[in-house]
């Protein structure tokens, strides 16, 4: 394991999710209750920024043609609008460990 330091806990308390760069990555990163979350934030789609985050059902939709991934797994649940054909399985995106360290936000890459 690698942890790396990203934010601190105020920001993401008051974001609720944020998108940091680590190392070579651009990783979301999202707290829901109690519970941390960390996914690659560039789609695997066409490479767009993810960032609508439901709460409910903990998953972020892309904001370029809505393909829908799961937090906890990063599998993709809705393909994009425009690839309605497109293989879900290969389109997941990795997901990531992430802790409250002492008031710092860390994701293990
Ligand atoms: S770039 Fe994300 S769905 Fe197309």
């Known amino acids: ?8 806990s105020k920001t ?26 960390g ?11 993810l960032g609508i985050l439901d709460q409910d059902s903990l998953t972020v939709k892309c904001k370029c043609h809505d393909a829908v ?3 906890r797994t990063g599998n993709m ?3 994009p609008y425009v ?3 497109a293989p879900k399985e290969k389109l997941g ?8 360290n002492n008031g710092w936000i860390e994701v293990d890459v």
Do not use: N
């Open 39 to 49: 996914i690659d934030a560039v789609c695997s789609h066409a490479k767009c920024i």
């Open 77 to 79: 649940l809705e393909p």
């Open 12 to 37: 993401l308390e008051r974001a609720m999710y944020a998108s940091v760069k680590v190392e070579d990555k651009v990783i979301l990163i999202a707290k829901v209750g109690d519970k941390f979350y």
């Open 83 to 85: 690839a309605k054909d």
């Open 93 to 100: 995106l990795k997901t990531y460990q992430v802790r409250d």
């Open 69 to 71: 991934f799961d937090l």
């Open 1 to 8: 394991m690698v942890w790396k330091r990203t934010i601190s």
